[in-house]
């Protein structure tokens, strides 16, 4: 019971973040990070659990805009980098989910010296992508949305560049299975790709999946950033 | 690529099912008027297009191309009893498309009944045969099938592709049960059935390559196998056919051991009309689409570097 309490917390707690996310994407404003004031004792455990759930997105408003992050933002965002460190047999998605905060991380806390913002990291490989099906890729990709951003190149990046229409069909397959969320990290990614089948209308598709599955603060965020990146511009 | 046998032994099995089961294949002349005498006559009609199909491509073993002629046989003599039933039907309900479109597989096969032809002669003279207000897709199977008779269609097909839901290669997410059974039977038109696959026009097959692996993969995992087996005949129709090994592993796993293939995840139970009215359909589509991919499957090994 303890446990599923403290998901349920966790869940409220990403959801919430997911909203300020939004909210900034929307109006331009800071990422407030509601409620994660304290950052100590379980409500700041809390909080830095939700942050990791949410990855690099917590501050894509900065990134896209190029504007600097609320101070208390950056700091719970520090934390959660230097608490998860991947393990050394962590899955690919758990080491480039932390490599994407560390890249926030760089381009937004650079002048902090000692900080994992100052170690420019050997970037993951992504051989296991290699073989993937399109359904697999669409999976992985959904999931480590995060690194859609554009003029951030790397080599998950790479990979989705060269398998437009295999990340097409991901993205039909998710609506058709209304998995949201999925559906709305593939098409985030869509939008900064060259090749994407004109018929598959991923304008209107990104709409269909906010108005289906929106309410769902997680998706409302992936559809946000492509809309926002949808004017920021494609990978350089 | 799929194991050509396991494609071609799909059919077999399916024919055997259907030979067995040949008596589900009847008409109803005594029903209620308000049922309509004409609601049994699609199976037959299909049943004949079917085997058209497998005597056409000719990839048939030498026992399923004779179940196939004994059934057309069979329901020719029968159910439609040597096509007088067409003839009845057509007086019952005298601009009904049922029994010509019933009639035209059994009259390409080499059957004949002059009164159902003078009929169609005179109806396809009817601007009101021309207008009736039927769905885009089956108004241009009406008119290949006017085609197909040696009439000149009304309207000419080329004015009715556009009007169809996949001519217009709309947003592939849409995609819902009813709208795939559209989808499959404008390819089934314009390919008559799947010999001519260069019928298909060019945005149209880029379009179905695009996305049909997507709905395969979908209704595979539903097991829709009714619909499963038309999407597998339209990768039959397409330029280069995938005949996807998942797929097909997964509907010939479906088909029961005497060859019946259930329209949607197991076997119904019920009385053996009601079972065969469940499962005639995807049973049929399962020889559709073992003919026509065991004969695309040939043709790519014709066509193999040795």
Redesign the interface.
Known sequence: MEQSGTSALLQGAVQDLSSDVVSALRGGDHVRVAGTGAVDGLAGGLAVAAVRVLGADLLLPHILSRTPAAPEALTVFRQTVEAFPPRADAAPIVVWSHWAMSRTLRRLDAPQAGSPAGDEGAEPEAGWLDEAT??FLTHQLAVLAPLAVPGEDCAVARVARSRP?DL??G???A???RDWQQAAGAGRWLTLLDGV?D???LE??LD?VELMGGSDPRVALQVEAARAMRWTGAFV | MTDTRLIHTVGVRALEWLWAHRDGFRLEPDVDPDVGFLERFKPVGELALICRVLFREGVAGSRQADLARRLVDHTWRHTLDGGRMLVRGQRVEPLSPIPFEVYLPYKELGYSEPDVERATVLYHRLNSWAALELDPTRRLGMSAFQRRFGLTPRPPEADLVGATWLARTPEPWTVSGHIAYDLTHTVFHLTDWGERPDGLPPDIADYLTMWLPVWIDDWLDLKRWDLLGELLVVDACLPRPTLDERAWEGFAAAQQPDGAMPAVRTMPEGEPDEVFDTVYHPTLVAAFASVLATSRALTQLAHAPS
């Open positions: 399109w359904p229409v097409a069909r993205f039909v397959r609506v058709r299975r089948p018929t598959l209308g209107t598709g269909f």
